[in-house]
C-alpha cells in the first residue's frame, strides 16, 4: 500500500474528479486500514457514491463514512430590503 498522505491525495482528486460526487470538500484521513471521510455533503445518494468511489479505488480498505447530509431548503419569508 502506499504512503497515507499519497493515498489521501489519490482519493481526495478522484472524489473531486469524479462526475457522480465531484466534491471538493469531503476530508479524507487513513488510520490503518480505514479511510475516514468527513465533512458535508447535499444528499445521500452523494455520500454513498463517495463510498463507491472509494471502494473502486482501493477495494481492500474499510471505509468509516462519517459524513453529514445537509438538507438545502429555500428561506421560507422574502427579505424586505426596502428603501429607507
Given amino acids: 500500500m502506499e504512503q497515507p498522505q499519497y493515498l489521501v491525495a ?7 474528479e469524479d ?3 465531484a466534491e471538493l470538500g ?12 468527513g ?3 447535499s444528499s445521500e445518494r452523494i455520500k454513498q457514491q463517495l ?3 472509494v471502494r473502486e479505488q482501493l477495494p481492500q480498505v474499510r ?3 462519517d459524513v453529514h447530509v445537509t438538507h438545502l431548503a429555500a ?3 422574502i427579505e424586505d430590503l426596502g428603501r429607507g
Avoid: C, M, Q, Y
Wanted: glycine fraction near 6%; charge should be neutral.
Fill in 75 to 77: 428561506p421560507a419569508d
Fill in 51 to 53: 463510498e463507491t468511489i
Fill in 39 to 41: 465533512g458535508e455533503v
Fill in 10 to 16: 489519490h482519493l481526495r482528486r478522484a472524489l473531486a
Fill in 26 to 37: 469531503v476530508h479524507v484521513t487513513i488510520r490503518g486500514d480505514v479511510v475516514v471521510l
Fill in 63 to 65: 471505509i468509516h463514512n
Fill in 19 to 21: 462526475p457522480r460526487t
